[in-house]
């Protein structure tokens, strides 16, 4: 298989990628009117369907496993194998990808510099957390960050549950969503469409559209459409038109990079090259293994030879007197045995010649050798440069040791935090966009004040790496040494080894110090103290922490 052969001199649709672009004047002219804008709408459906969806669909698929080694032709031999194996690079890839960047949850904070009233920021941040529990928030970031790993583009949707005022957050499939931006430098988006289909398997097609506005939601549906896709048809029926309170699109598309490309998908050739190289290796042996066998000699057990019988059960003779033979004696093989019996032969000279040779038996396999050992450094080439190109750490090679020093493990995760470093600021802007939609809804129901909480919100990414825990407790030991580091920053830095959030630690320490002060009242007051003296002479010792601690849990046992 030639791989070029499957997609030609190009993979995709150069509008494959296409961002989509609306003139603001165009837009304004028919924001009010749905049917209008349903027109307009329909034509970056159209598109998106016949130039868009098919990349995503090759994306997800090289993901799965289901490369473009599966579409290769069957051999013009039938009696060759024919493998075609597909390496889980991509999903591999991904899944290092992903962790290293948003396995850890992401933190959304008030930054400690705001200038506004506690009590307001308490409950701003209260509600915050709240929507991040109930919505599941840190799952759907993981989903959209694949999604962004894969396809280069993500898209989430904040909107109003039904029957009840609170928010939902859902990861909405790139195959059926994009956003339509204005024409100007700042890319303002104006529309965000999502659309599905729904039906009884392949019955009872029905098409339904999503377009949202900076302020309103207009719901479409169509009957029709082709099975199993989201082939769009004309003729869209308004449903309904609901107006959302975010005050901005609150369909959010995240990017990846500036060119909206997955991690991987410049390296699709190479992939393609690893599944042909491992293929034909796999087609290798299973040929060898089936080989031809070659036998030279004469074999030592023969068959009978059948001959021309008359009515009477006798031989016929010929015209030469001898019987007739219509069947010669042929070796008597044996496809279950692995073992024949073979004897030299005397062989003619060939043509005139009455010259003899011994032929002396042999048995070999028809079979052509193979270069195992270029065959490897090809592969293990391959990999490496798929390894090198997409910044993505070989976890198998022998030089990422687990003892590495911290500056080693750096310098082999140099080119990966370049490209982490830019997918988390383009990752902080989509949750920026979010936000903003929940700021919004939150400020008309009441539920905060009217400060821009947006801007102070700081997302705080920790890169899930392997664990020294070692080496930071000494390091967070050194820090707290100097007395230069306020004990929120220690906690800060402790979180990862104890698994305690730096917050609930310090109501823990400040519990314990309510604790301890108590204990030493009472001891000054009367277990402890002058009366204890006066009964016995001697005042009782005050109670060890680890005392403190143990009459805790009893009394811990007790309530429970």
């Known amino acids: 298989m030639i791989i070029n052969s499957i997609y030609g001199k190009q993979r995709f649709d150069r509008e494959a990628n296409r961002d989509y672009t609306m003139p603001v004047g165009t ?57 075609r194996v ?73 909107y109003v549950k039904n029957g009840v005022t609170d928010l939902g957050l859902v990861r909405v499939d790139p195959e059926q969503a994009f956003v339509i931006y204005d024409d100007t430098v700042d890319h303002k988006p104006l529309v965000g469409v999502r659309y599905y289909q729904t039906g009884i398997l392949d019955n009872q097609l029905v098409e339904h559209y999503e377009v949202y506005t900076d302020s309103q939601l207009f719901t479409f549906h169509s009957e029709g459409g082709l099975p199993q896709t989201n082939s769009p048809v004309a003729n869209a029926v308004l449903d309904d038109t609901l107006p959302h309170f975010f005050d901005t699109v609150p369909l959010t598309e995240y990017c990846n990079n500036d060119e909206r490309l997955g991690d991987w998908e410049p390296e699709l050739d190479q992939l393609d090259a690893l599944d042909k190289s491992v293929s034909m290796m796999a087609d290798f042996q299973e040929d060898f293994n089936n080989a031809n066998i070659v036998l030279t000699g004469k074999f030592s057990n023969m068959t009978e030879p059948k001959y021309l019988l008359d009515e009477n059960g006798n031989k016929k003779l010929g015209q030469d007197g001898q019987p007739i033979i219509i069947e010669p004696a042929h070796p008597n093989v044996d496809p279950k045995n692995h073992m024949w019996y073979l004897e030299p032969f005397a062989a003619s000279g060939g043509v005139g010649s009455t010259a003899k040779h011994i032929i002396q038996p042999d048995a070999k396999y028809l079979t052509k050798q193979y270069d195992a050992a270029g065959w490897s450094t090809y592969t293990n080439f391959l990999i490496n440069e798929i390894h090198k190109y997409t910044n993505t750490p070989n976890v198998n090679d022998p030089n990422f040791a687990s003892n590495a020093s911290g500056v080693a493990m750096s310098y082999k995760l140099w080119g990966s935090d370049q490209e982490r470093k830019l997918q988390e600021t383009l990752f902080k802007r989509g949750l920026h966009d979010r936000l903003n939609a929940c700021v919004s ?109 143990k009459e805790g849990a009893q009394s811990d046992n007790e309530e429970g």
């Open 27 to 83: 837009y304004t002219a028919v924001s009010e009117q749905p049917l209008e804008l349903m027109k307009i709408v329909y034509q970056f459906i159209n598109h998106h369907q016949n130039h868009q969806v098919s990349r995503l669909q090759t994306l997800y698929d090289y993901y799965q496993a289901n490369n473009a080694i599966k579409k290769q032709e069957d051999s013009n031999n039938p009696y060759h194998a024919n493998n």
């Open 86 to 158: 597909a390496a889980a690079f991509a999903r591999y890839m991904t899944s290092i990808r992903v962790g290293y960047l948003i396995g850890n949850p992401i933190q959304l904070k008030l930054q400690d510099d705001t200038e506004v009233d506690d009590s307001q920021a308490q409950k701003f941040q209260n509600v915050l957390d709240t929507f991040i529990t109930n919505t599941n928030a840190d799952y759907i970031n993981q989903q959209l960050a694949k999604d962004l790993s894969i396809t280069g583009r993500a898209y989430d949707l904040v």
């Open 441 to 549: 809804y939150w400020q008309t129901l009441n539920q905060i004040s009217s400060d821009k909480w947006n801007t102070m919100i700081k997302a705080n990414f920790m890169p899930n790496l392997p664990k020294n825990d070692d080496a930071t407790a000494q390091l967070i030991q050194l820090l707290n040494s100097t007395g230069k580091f306020s004990d929120e920053t220690i906690r800060d830095m402790a979180e990862p080894i104890t698994g305690i959030n730096a917050d609930t630690e310090a109501e823990r320490v400040k519990e314990d110090t309510q604790a301890a002060n108590e204990d030493s009242m009472n001891y000054a007051q009367g277990d402890g103290g002058l009366g204890n003296i006066f009964a016995t002479g001697k005042p009782t010792p005050a109670p060890s922490l680890a005392e403190r601690i």
